[in-house]
Nanobody, 122 residues
């Protein structure tokens, strides 16, 4: 059973920084593309940033230049460094990953974490 566990959320003031982590656990062969999504109250879940296994990144326009996604393939860890946080960044942040379960099959299964709450407020 694969699980993605996010950590690092909390309450910060505007302009401050926060780093989120995502730790996959369970039996798997490898992890392909990983990403961070967020869902604000009353809004749909949206992509924040994604990163391929090779390190190619993609960012949503609202976070470009402020957020940095990274991963450690040896540890299967995913990170999101969030700088210059704004009140509109307030949301539950979710980790997402496409996981190859078996060495003998290229089939990818998509997994979600349960989310970690980030609140940006005075």
């Amino acid at each position: 059973q694969v699980q993605l566990v996010e950590s690092g959320g909390g309450l910060v003031q505007p302009g401050e920084s926060l780093t989120l982590s995502c730790a996959p656990s369970g039996t798997m062969f490898s992890i392909n593309t990983m990403g961070w999504y967020r869902q604000a109250p009353g809004k749909q879940r949206e992509l924040v940033a994604s990163i391929t296994r090779g390190g190619n990144t993609n960012y949503a326009d609202p976070v470009k230049g402020r957020f940095t996604i990274s991963r450690d393939n040896a540890k299967n860890m995913l990170y999101l460094q969030m700088n210059t946080l704004r009140p509109e960044d307030t949301a539950v942040y979710y980790c997402n990953a496409d996981i190859q379960m078996l060495r003998t099959s290229t089939y990818l299964r998509n997994y979600w974490g349960k989310g970690t709450l980030v609140t940006v407020s005075l």
